[in-house]
């Protein structure tokens, strides 16, 4: 193993070892907080992989997670078992993914973006409307979690888990052939059309396979409130899950999860203390538009590259 991936991999391994270690270390609250972070993190994951590897921004990737964790809790309140809730919550979340990407597969830049917002704000016009089914504005309570992980330091390990195994399994998607593929379509999508590549047949693969991401947040959110409403369909939650990847980086691996703590953090946290939070995020935005336009990750790779630069030793003639 070379010095500089040492060094990359070393910080990563402490990262995890004090996630595992979390719950050993702090209050019950705080290891919630980490679950709820986390799970923000998976949808602003999704939405990542496309905005990242295709350029596709989506401002409706809540409205798959909301359908994901509707399906989990209408179930769970006819009694169905946990296999049963999930395999219901999976066919959801591919059909509404389905449905998504053929809609927006010939689409692309401003019009993709549309296109989701539209399409998550129909989501969002059936939870609210389909009260029979939904609970309407009173959403459906009591949602409890599976026994096996009915604790919050077994849950807090589910989504810990889930997000590893997301993470991963995303390089080595942006890594493959199709990552490639998508990322030459990000960069000139007439090319890849000329070169005899069918362009809407991978957009629709991207989008379908974000919205299965976008699916496992959404039932680990019910998870974790044991409640649904229609909020969590609405252009807030998708708009909030594309502020994180912004702010953290987009296309980076990690991005996702730095934007998650800040966005988390200022709502959770700094909302207790402060009445005008959400300014103070947007000023955080506004800042981070201006000075690290790549996100923080981004910037600070940035920045790490131009010092090791620096450090070289000039090359002899």
């Known amino acids: ?8 991999v070393i ?47 989506s401002v409706g990737h809540a409205g798959i997670a909301a359908t994901a ?16 809730q999930l395999g219901l919550a999976a066919a959801i979340t591919v059909v509404t993914s389905v449905i998504y990407g053929l809609i927006s597969m010939r689409t692309r830049g401003i019009f993709f973006l549309m ?28 949602v409890r979690r599976p026994e096996a992980i009915a604790e919050y330091w077994q849950f807090y390990f589910v989504v ?3 997000f590893v195994v997301i993470t991963l399994a995303l390089i080595v998607a942006s890594a493959s052939p199709f990552g490639l593929t998508l990322r030459g379509i990000r960069d000139s999508e007439s090319r890849m059309v000329s ?17 299965l991401v976008a699916g496992v947040a959404g039932v680990l959110a019910v998870w974790q409130s044991e409640f649904i409403s229609p909020v969590v369909a609405g252009f807030a939650e998708s708009a909030n899950g594309m502020i994180m990847v912004a702010l953290g980086g987009m296309g980076t691996v990690f991005g996702p999860l730095v934007g998650a703590v800040l966005v988390t953090g200022f709502q959770q946290v700094l909302s207790s203390v402060f009445e005008r939070w959400s300014t103070l995020l947007g ?12 996100g923080i990750v981004g910037g600070v ?17």
């Open 1 to 8: 193993m070379t010095r500089a991936r040492l060094l990359r």
């Open 11 to 57: 910080p990563l391994a402490i990262l995890l070892a004090a996630a595992i270690a979390a719950p050993y270390v702090i209050g019950s609250y705080y290891v919630s907080l980490l679950s709820l972070t986390l799970v923000a993190a998976i949808l602003a994951t999704s939405i990542n992989f496309l905005a990242g590897n295709a350029g596709l921004v």
């Open 69 to 84: 964790g509707y399906a989990v809790a209408w179930s769970y309140r006819q009694g169905w078992e946990v296999g049963a």
């Open 115 to 142: 296109v989701t917002l539209a399409v998550g704000m129909v989501v969002y016009g059936m939870a609210y409307r389909w009260s029979s089914v939904t609970g309407g504005t009173n959403g459906i309570p009591g």
């Open 160 to 162: 810990l888990a889930a």
């Open 195 to 211: 070169l005899g590549y069918n362009v809407p047949a991978f957009k629709f693969a991207a989008v379908v396979m974000s919205g």
């Open 283 to 294: 000023v955080l935005f506004i800042l981070s538009v201006i000075f690290a336009p790549q």
């Open 301 to 317: 790779t940035e920045l790490g590259r131009r010092m090791s630069r620096r450090k070289r030793p000039p090359s002899s003639e």
